[in-house]
């Protein structure tokens, strides 16, 4: 089992003061206009529920699943899991991201959404961890650039472990992403 660091990468008060500052920039983008927050699953529940808080604008929630399909890498196209019963066309749409690492899973989910006819597309990633990035994707809000590490906490989890820490701190010797 990788060790867990005891240092903390980002601190519960600081994500706390960076969620109502990208709060603040959706609000005055989005100008009371209604919005479909849609968080993708697990990775983001605890981001979308701080977040969402402090919006003024109507706003609805979606959540969907993206799994990698079946003997797949982390550069393989998505599988897309979410609720059928969720329309995106003609709506204003805000995805919700845990963390950018390759890039794929957010260019997957735009090019999907845009096929859907979404009217405009805007994405939120709490994490970016820019060295990583393969594909380049327009991210509209981003809490904080990150290390090229594993990092845990706040919802994001290691084999399911660690969702629940209420700041973002890091694993040793994982090894991510899987072997291309
Ligand atoms: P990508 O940007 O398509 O490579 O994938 C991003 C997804 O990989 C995120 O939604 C996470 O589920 C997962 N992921 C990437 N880096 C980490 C990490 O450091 N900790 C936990 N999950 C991660
Ligand atoms: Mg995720």
Redesign the pocket.
Known sequence: MPELSKEVLVSETAIATRVAELAAEINRRQDGRPLVAIG?LK?SFIFLADLVRQISCPITCEFIR?RMSEGGN?SSPREIHYDASFNVAGKDILIV??????????DYLIQHFKQQGATSIQVCVLLD?KE?HKVAVPVDYVGFEIPK????GYG???EERYRELPHIT?LEGVS??LAD
Request: negative net charge.
């Open positions: 993708i990775g993206v982390s991201e845990d963390i950018l690492d390759t890039g794929i899973t957010i961890k990583s590490k594993f990092v845990v994001l989890d290691f890091w991510w992403p």
